[in-house]
Structures are given as structure tokens and as C-alpha cells.
């Protein structure tokens, strides 16, 4: 059983930046690829990065491309996404995921969910 906590959102102008962190609560941590999804009111979840288990390779969303980066600390047990010039459709509830296999941009086939974190961008 793997238990993801995020944190790190918040409220942030048009332009700023935030740090997103997921934690994991897993001895194994370093076999698991991890990835960002986002929803937004009214829209269904959408993926945003991902990264493999070492930390090698890494996968964006077109929206996202350029802005946000996703990184790893398997000594940390954690995940993190760096978000840059952030847009009001940027806003959304954050979720970090773990998959015991490869990466992948489906939501359905991640193993492990957050509970989401709230980031809200203003214009």
C-alpha cells in the first residue's frame, strides 16, 4: 500500500510560481513512476507530467511544456512539480500519482492517488 500526500498549492497571480510536493509513505518508492494530473471544475482529470522511477526520463502535457518540471528525491521519498508563469487555466486540483510499472499519461491505470491540492491562479 502506497499513501501520496501533497501540499504545496495555493493562490498565486498570473505569472508567479509555485512548488508542488508529493510525499510518498513507501520503502519502494524508487520503483514506482509518479505523475501530476490536474482537474479543473467541471472538466475530467488530465494528465500533466510524469517521470520513470530513476528519475531519467520525464513526460509534459503540450499546456504545460516549458513551464512546469517535474522532478524526484528517492532518497526523499518525494515528487515534486515546479510551476512556472502560471495562466488562470492553470487553476485546479492538483494530484500526485504512483504506477508500479512504466509511465503512463492514463488516469485509470495509476495505482495510487493523493488527495489533491488546491492551486488557484489570478488574473
Known amino acids: 500500500q502506497v499513501q501520496l500526500v501533497e501540499s504545496g498549492g495555493g493562490l498565486v497571480q498570473a505569472g508567479g510560481s509555485l512548488r508542488l510536493s508529493c510525499a510518498a509513505s513507501v520503502r519502494t518508492f524508487s520503483r514506482y513512476a509518479m505523475g501530476w494530473f490536474r482537474q479543473a471544475p467541471g472538466k475530467e482529470r488530465e494528465f500533466v507530467a510524469a517521470?520513470?522511477?530513476?528519475?531519467?526520463?520525464?513526460y509534459y502535457a503540450d499546456s504545460v511544456k516549458g513551464r512546469f518540471t517535474i522532478s524526484r528525491d528517492n532518497a526523499k521519498n518525494t515528487a515534486y512539480l515546479q510551476m512556472n508563469s502560471l495562466k488562470p487555466e492553470d487553476t485546479a486540483v492538483y494530484y500526485c500519482?504512483?504506477?508500479?510499472?512504466?509511465?503512463?499519461?492514463?488516469?485509470?491505470?495509476?495505482?495510487?492517488w493523493g488527495q489533491g491540492t488546491q492551486v488557484t491562479v489570478s488574473s
Open positions: 500519482a504512483a504506477r508500479g510499472d512504466s509511465w503512463t499519461i492514463v488516469t485509470a491505470m495509476y495505482d495510487y
Open positions: 517521470i520513470t522511477w530513476s528519475g531519467g526520463n520525464t
